[in-house]
């Protein structure tokens, strides 16, 4: 049976596991687990990370499109049109959200693992734009989250060919940020969540709504939101607590300590 892991840990950590063997492909019951976990992450304020893997060799090779021929084209455009607007919301939850990729990355996987911030990829991973070969569109907006991160001349390329890049060479375009041994990708990806799990939550949280203003409306529309977010920011025992601390070093001429923050 499909199923989405879904776990929270005692540090803050949500871990999101896609488990439909062989391939992790994303149909409308592992889909629809997602969403009950999307409003959980959303609500509750101990969550301060969320780790998105995927269980097996691979990390997910897209969609379940064995269903797309039993359906009208008007009732896909309305699953599609629902399965934007969870994406959305995954890719605008107020915590870091870090992806951990192995193997084939393809389809809507790689839409999937665009959503995060922080993408971790073993040596071996590969990423695909397959559509073209079932002639369709990036139906969950992977193209131009690609074009944003590497350029539109890239973006069209992989788009048209559906190459399948390896994760060098998406490190090197700027579309992932670490590339690890195979071995390693666990160990790196839980490095990464152990570090936000400690982090000023709410000021991560700042930074993703800023760049996503970024992204739809440019530096004009980031910089508009910066006085509202100051004011959040501000409040915050962690923002306190750090600026105390900063304000301490200075006064006693002495390094300034690395802090681990509430999220509060």
Do not use: Y
Request: include cysteine; charge should be negative; proline fraction near 5%.
């Amino acid at each position: 049976m499909a199923t989405l892991g879904f776990t929270v840990d005692d540090a803050g950590v949500a871990t999101l596991t896609l488990n439909n063997p062989p391939q992790n492909r994303l149909g409308l019951e592992l889909m629809g687990s997602f969403s009950a976990a999307i409003q959980r992450i959303s609500t509750d304020p101990a969550i301060r990370v969320v780790l998105l893997r995927g269980e097996g060799p691979d990390f997910c090779w897209g969609g379940d499109f064995m269903t797309w021929l039993d359906i009208t084209p008007e009732q896909m455009a309305k699953n599609i049109s629902g399965g934007i607007q969870l994406f959305n919301a995954f890719e605008q939850l107020p915590v870091p959200v870090v992806a951990a990729v192995q193997g084939k990355c393809m389809g809507g996987g790689f839409e999937f693992a665009l959503r995060a911030d922080v993408i971790v990829a073993a040596e071996s991973a590969q990423f695909c734009h397959t559509e073209q070969s079932l002639a369709v569109i990036t139906f969950l907006g992977g193209v131009q989250r690609v074009a944003e991160r590497a350029g539109k001349a890239r973006a069209m390329r992989w788009a048209l060919t559906s190459e399948r890049v390896p994760a060098r060479e998406m490190l090197e375009a700027g579309v992932i940020t670490e590339v690890v041994p195979d071995a390693d990708l666990a160990a790196a990806a839980g490095a990464w969540v152990a570090r936000l799990a400690k982090g000023p939550t709410r000021a991560h949280a700042g930074h993703k709504q800023m760049l996503h203003a970024w992204s739809t409306g440019g530096i004009a529309a980031a910089d508009q939101l910066i006085p509202e977010i100051t004011e959040r920011v501000m409040n915050t025992e962690d923002a306190r607590r750090g600026i105390a601390s900063a304000q301490d070093a200075i006064r006693r001429d002495v390094e300034r300590p690395v802090l681990d923050f509430e999220g509060k």
